[in-house]
């Protein structure tokens, strides 16, 4: 593997590049009649459209040609087989073992991890049994209703993702509700409206190390005690854990056995899948929480064996680094229309954004290249409303993904085909733009002064030509959903490895981190570091003059 701006491929890209400066999309459609067939995959019951975005034939077989130079097919062999390609941190990324229908033995330093996966699966399941049947209760016996999960990053934005999208799902009689912030109005709105005898708050932190999971924790563990006539040992009937440190658990009152394990070999934005999708089988059954498992486990199928120029995350990694690195397109907004997808973008963003926002090389040099897109979006139509004009006319091209359901979980049929009409006309809108011609034959038409036709007519142009692929699904159930998120999952290995980064650590996040205990510890004690940056030093006195407390 090289740098990307080191590969024999990359200037026959940026030449290639330059032979499209001028080429129209719509135009494509009419030099490659085959166009649509070859750019365009349904897998099982999704659709992918790719072919209104800005690449011809030769700018696949370049881009696959990039992918073979930088060893794609090994690399992806290696993810499979447990090898530690998170080199940083020499883990595996084992998500796909995860979901491994075929039981397929994986081996980490030698071990099988498949007896642990399937074990701590059995474990969810029995547990989600217990708590619909009501085997498990509250300590004065009473039925568990509702279900918070404390987590935060990859220990929230999965299980808060699938438990809203996939509502329509969810078994009778439990709710779900998500605390991720430290902002203590988080966490307190939620505590407002539980009853503490019926309630399971479930702990989620790979580390059981993340400050704000810590504290929201206690707060929690400090409500309920003091909200019931609870002594510490009926803590476990209403408190469990999901992390990799049982030590911490335990210090922090949650027996062993209300623990549920996962590995250091599964990434925290990966981990949905594992045991920290507990939450994700309470609310939707333990038969939906494993079909949301198939979806991801045919997807890993697929990218694990189909040819490239058929292959759909490959596919969609080639494009984000074709836009980010050729055209220099540096962000990517996700646009569902779909309100059950709402939080599609969230996910994506940490997904996307702390997997490859890198700026070091396999070998440890600084790349001279943009990594990571900025993942941005909203779901529409809200945000036709919003940002969409500078997608229309704006000087930035982001190229987008749209989403859409052809069946809606709601009767109202008329807003559908609304709906659907409108995700359709936006990528041909992008797509085709308004030239002069047309606006200045649209404006003829109209009741409108000569003087003012002219000075209307530039704002009125729309340059068109802006990409976009378009991804339908027939319904979103659990299966479809499981297979969408593994796309994107794979979509962003592909894109670590064109860019020669380890898409699976976040040392990034480190700093800040260790500053804000620094700090913490100079607002408790209330002593200011003297040789603290100015800046810092007046923004912590501004607090403690307010603060009193
Ligand atoms: O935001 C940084 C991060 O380390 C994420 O990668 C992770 O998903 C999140 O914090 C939560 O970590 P943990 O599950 O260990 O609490």
Redesign the pocket.
């Given at each position: 593997m090289a740098k990307l701006t080191e590969t024999t491929v990359y200037e026959k890209l940026v030449d290639h590049k330059k032979s499209l400066e001028n080429v129209r999309i719509a135009n494509l459609f009419d030099i490659d009649p085959e166009r649509i067939n070859n750019l365009s995959f349904e897998f099982n019951d999704i659709l992918f459209d790719f072919s209104k975005n800005l690449i011809s034939k030769q700018t696949l077989n370049l881009l696959l040609e990039l992918a073979n130079e930088q060893r794609l097919q090994e690399r992806i062999e290696q993810m499979f087989s447990g090898e530690k390609i998170n080199f940083t941190e020499k883990r595996a990324a084992l998500h796909i073992a995860l979901r491994n229908f075929e039981n397929k033995p994986i081996k980490v330093d030698g071990w099988d991890v498949m007896p642990k996966v399937n074990s701590v699966l059995l474990k969810v399941r029995n547990f989600t049994e217990m708590i619909h049947n009501g085997f498990w209760r509250g300590f004065r016996g009473e039925r568990i209703t509702d279900i918070v999960h404390i987590?935060?990053?990859?220990?929230d934005l999965g299980p808060r993702l699938v438990c809203d999208a996939l509502e329509p799902y969810r078994k009778p009689n439990i709710n779900v509700h998500f605390v991720s912030n430290v902002d203590g109005r988080d966490i307190q709105k939620t505590l407002n409206v539980l009853n503490p005898y019926r309630t399971l708050f479930i702990i989620?932190?790979?580390?059981?190390?993340?400050q704000e999971?810590l504290i929201n924790a206690s707060t929690a563990k400090e409500w309920f005690l003091r909200n019931t006539n609870a002594t510490d040992k009926d803590i476990a009937k209403h408190f469990v854990a999901i992390s990799t440190n049982e030590e911490a658990c335990q210090k922090f009152g949650i027996p062993p056995e209300n623990m549920f394990h996962f590995w250091n070999w599964v990434g925290?934005?990966f981990s949905l899948w594992s045991a920290i999708g507990l939450v994700i089988a309470l609310y939707l059954g333990f038969d939906n929480f494993q079909s949301l498992l198939e979806g991801a486990y045919l997807v890993d199928k697929h990218f694990s064996s189909e040819p490239f120029h058929r292959n759909i995350p490959i596919i969609m990694g080639l494009l984000s680094v074709w836009y980010n690195n050729f055209w220099n397109y540096h962000s990517q907004a996700i646009v569902p229309y779909d309100m059950q997808l709402r939080l599609f973008p969230d996910y994506l963003q940490q997904l996307i954004m702390?997997s490859n926002g890198k700026r070091i090389t396999r070998n440890g040099e600084v790349v001279e290249y943009s990594t990571s897109p900025i993942i941005w979006g909203k779901v529409g139509t809200d945000c036709q409303h919003s940002f969409f004009q500078l997608l229309h006319q704006g000087t930035e091209v982001v190229p987008i993904d749209f989403l859409a359901p052809m069946e809606p979980f709601h009767p109202f049929e008329n807003h559908h085909k609304v709906l659907i009409s409108n995700v359709i006309a936006q990528s041909e809108a992008l797509m085709n733009g308004k030239s002069k011609e047309e606006v200045e034959e649209e404006l003829s038409k109209g009741d409108i002064d000569p003087l003012d036709r002219i000075e209307l007519l530039p704002h009125k142009i729309f340059p068109g030509n802006r990409p976009s692929t378009t991804i339908f699904y027939r319904r979103l159930t659990p299966k479809t959903l499981g297979s969408l998120l593994a796309f994107y999952e794979h979509r962003v290995f592909v894109e670590g490895i064109l860019w020669d980064i380890n898409s699976f650590d976040?040392w990034g996040?480190e700093l800040g981190k260790q500053l804000a205990k620094k700090i913490h510890t100079q607002i408790e004690t209330r002593q200011v570091d003297e040789n603290a940056n100015p800046s810092t030093r007046l923004l912590i006195n501004y607090f403690l003059k307010q603060n009193k407390r």
């Open positions: 987590g935060i990053g990859g220990s989620a932190s790979k580390s059981f190390t993340t999971t925290g934005r702390e976040q996040v």
